[in-house]
């Protein structure tokens, strides 16, 4: 049974019916990346979880690409996922362990697959035996050799540019709470220096005036004094008519 991709030059592709090694890690990430489809948000994953979601969301993206015709349709579907898990395994490192943050949407995944779409068309063309897992797996090859990426340049450029701007969105992040920190502690500590600067004004002009505020001893007046404070009473109490009013 053979298929064709849309271009006449690539009539009579065949399609590989055997299935890979790794099937088991491809159909579960099946289920992270629809969800991510269905509802992006803002989706910050790293190591096998942002590893996993973008090979699912590639994957929908290629299924959907009327470039590669009902080649890919008709392809076995965990042979091609295994395999666009190959090739994105390597795309930072030894594995997915050492995927760092990235946030994962479709805008990235469909840019993934515009760049990684025609790539595959190219290696089918030239070796006219070829299937889109086969295509994915001498990508994977090229990928990780020696020296240039050829067309896959652009394709790993645009995952290790999603990193780096989630490491640089991460610092900002950290440094801005770092410095609301520091504010809050700074406040904390001007309203501590601030009511020490009052009670020193405070001791100090007591001080000039010889009044003792630390301490609450005996207070001893002249008996003149001593008169004229109560005959003042006297006349408050009077004028408010009561204890319970000059209370009040």
């Known amino acids: 049974f053979q298929v064709g991709i849309v271009d006449d030059e690539l009539d009579g592709v065949p399609v590989s019916e055997t299935a890979s090694d790794g ?3 491809a159909q579960g990430s099946e289920v992270a990346g ?14 096998e979880a942002a590893l996993t979601a973008v090979a699912d969301m590639l994957h929908q993206h290629l299924s959907e ?28 490192g030894l594995g ?19 760049e990684l779409a025609p790539a595959m068309i190219r290696v089918m063309r030239t070796t006219r035996n070829s299937s889109p897992e086969a295509a994915l797996e001498a990508l994977r090859r090229q990928a990780s050799a020696d020296g240039p990426k050829g067309k896959l340049d652009t394709f790993l450029g645009l995952l290790r540019e999603a990193a780096e701007q989630q490491r640089l969105e991460a610092e900002a ?5 770092q ?5 809050e ?11 020490q600067v009052c009670d020193d004004a405070t001791a100090l002009a007591a001080r000039d005036e010889g009044i003792d505020v630390h301490n609450f001893d005996m207070l001893v007046l002249d008996s003149d004094v001593v008169k004229q404070v109560q005959n003042a009473w006297d006349k408050f109490m009077q004028s408010m ?3 319970e009013a000059a209370g009040e």
């Open 34 to 47: 629809s969800d991510l489809l269905s509802d992006p948000g803002d989706n910050v994953l790293a190591g």
């Open 65 to 92: 690409d009327g470039r590669l015709g009902n080649v890919y349709l008709a392809a076995n579907i965990t042979d091609i996922a295994v395999a666009i898990r190959g090739l994105l395994a390597g795309a930072f």
């Open 23 to 25: 099937a088991e890690s």
């Open 179 to 183: 410095v609301q920190l520091e504010e």
């Open 241 to 243: 008519g009561s204890r």
């Open 185 to 195: 502690e700074g406040g904390e500590v001007g309203e501590d220096e601030s009511a």
């Open 173 to 177: 992040a950290e440094a801005a709470k």
């Open 96 to 114: 997915a362990e050492d995927w760092p943050a990235i946030t994962v949407d479709p805008d990235l995944t469909h840019a993934l697959a515009d």
